[in-house]
C-alpha cells in the first residue's frame, strides 16, 4: 500500500516509475532479509509453509494484529515510556534556540506472510528523531508469543537509546541505559555485588547470545517486564538494579512492590531519584512558566517525569 501526502511531487512518468522501483526494492529487500531475521536458523529460512513446521492448532501460532496489540498493551502498562524518546524542537517562543523534550512515538508492526521463530527490530528510527520505527513478525510464530513481542520491545529500547545517545552511548558521562548496561557485562566478574553463581549465570548467558548486548539486554528486558513485575525474582542485582533505575515500572506496580523485601531498597532508591529528576526539569523550564506561554512539548515532558 502506498500512503499519499499533500501534493504529488512526481507527476510525470519518469518519477513514478522511480517510486515503484524503490517500492519494489523496499519489499524485496523486507521480504527477504526479513525471513531471515524472523528464522533462528538461517539455514532453514524459506518461503514455504509446511505441517511439519508445526504442531497443535494452527490458531495458537497465528500472529494478527489483535495479539500484538494485546502483548504490547501489556508490556505498555507495565512499562509506561516504553515509546519515548528524547527529540530536539524550537519552541516558537525562542527561535533559533533548539530545547531538549521527551515525545511518545509508536513504532510500526509488519506481519511477513512467512514462517519464523522470532520477532525483529527492523529499524528503531526510519529517518529522523522523530519518525516511527518497524518490528517485524512472522505471520506463523513458532515460539511464545508473548515472550517473542516482549523481547522483541526490549530490542527496541536498547537500539533506540543507542541512537538517541550516538556515538557516545558507551560513555558514563552522563550515565545512561546503554553506558550502564555494557560497563555492568564488561567488569561483572570483579563486581563484589554478584554471587558465584550469578557470575556463572552472565556467563553462560554471554555463551548463548554469543556476547550480542542488543539480545542479552532483550532477555534480560523479557525477565524484567513478564516476572519481575509481579515480584517472581529472575535477574541478579546489577541487572535489576539498571532496569530499576532506566525501564522503571509503572508508580502503581512499585507501591506494590514496595512489600517485598528484596525490591524494596530499588523501589525507595528510584521514588527519590524521581522527587529529584521532576525538581530539576521543573527549574530547566521555569522561563517558560515565568513567561506564562509554555510549549505542549514542554507540559508533556513535565508530565512524563512526573508520572515515571
Not at 528503531?124 to 517473542?148: C, D, H, K, W, Y
Request: with cysteine.
Amino acid at each position: 500500500m502506498i500512503r499519499k501526502t499533500g501534493t504529488d511531487e512526481y507527476a510525470g512518468d519518469s518519477g513514478i516509475e522511480d517510486l515503484l522501483h524503490l517500492l519494489d526494492w523496499e519489499l524485496s529487500n523486507l521480504l527477504f532479509n526479513g525471513l531471515i531475521g524472523v528464522s533462528a536458523n538461517p539455514n532453514l529460512a524459506y518461503p514455504i509453509l509446511s505441517e511439519d513446521q508445526m504442531y497443535g492448532e494452527t490458531d495458537a501460532f497465528l500472529v494478527t494484529r489483535e495479539k500484538i496489540n494485546s502483548v504490547v498493551d501489556h508490556v505498555h502498562k507495565i512499562d509506561k515510556h516504553l515509546f519515548y524518546r528524547q527529540i530536539s524542537f524550537e519552541p516558537g517562543q525562542t527561535p533559533g534556540k533548539p530545547e531538549l523534550a521527551m515525545k511518545e512515538i509508536c513504532p510500526d508492526c509488519i506481519i511477513l506472510p512467512v514462517f519464523g521463530s522470532r520477532g525483529v527490530l527492523w529499524q528503531e528510527i526510519t529517518s529522523g528523531l522523530s519518525s516511527r520505527g518497524r518490528l517485524v513478525f512472522p505471520q506463523i510464530l513458532n515460539e511464545n508469543m508473548t515472550l517473542a513481542i516482549t523481547r522483541t520491545l526490549g530490542e527496541f529500547r536498547w537500539e533506540m537509546e543507542r541512537t538517541v545517545r550516538g556515538r557516545k552511548w558507551k560513555d558514563s558521562s552522563p550515565p545512561s541505559l546503554t553506558s550502564e548496561y555494557y560497563l555492568y557485562l564488561e567488569n561483572y566478574r570483579k563486581s563484589p555485588a554478584l554471587t558465584p553463581d550469578a557470575k556463572k549465570g552472565i556467563d553462560q548467558q554471554l555463551l548463548k547470545y554469543r556476547k550480542n548486548l542488543k539480545d542479552m539486554f532483550a532477555s534480560d528486558y523479557s525477565y524484567w517486564i513478564l516476572f519481575e513485575s509481579s515480584g517472581k525474582l529472575r535477574l541478579n542485582r546489577v541487572a535489576r538494579d539498571i532496569l530499576n533505575r532506566y525501564v522503571p515500572f509503572s508508580p502503581q506496580l512499585r507501591t506494590e512492590l514496595q512489600k517485598h523485601p528484596i525490591l524494596k531498597e530499588s523501589m525507595d532508591s528510584f521514588e527519590a531519584k524521581k522527587r529529584r529528576l521532576v525538581s530539576g526539569i521543573k527549574k530547566r523550564y521555569n522561563p517558560y512558566f515565568q513567561a506564562g506561554n509554555v510549549p505542549v512539548e514542554v507540559l508533556e515532558t513535565i508530565r512524563f517525569f512526573e508520572e515515571m
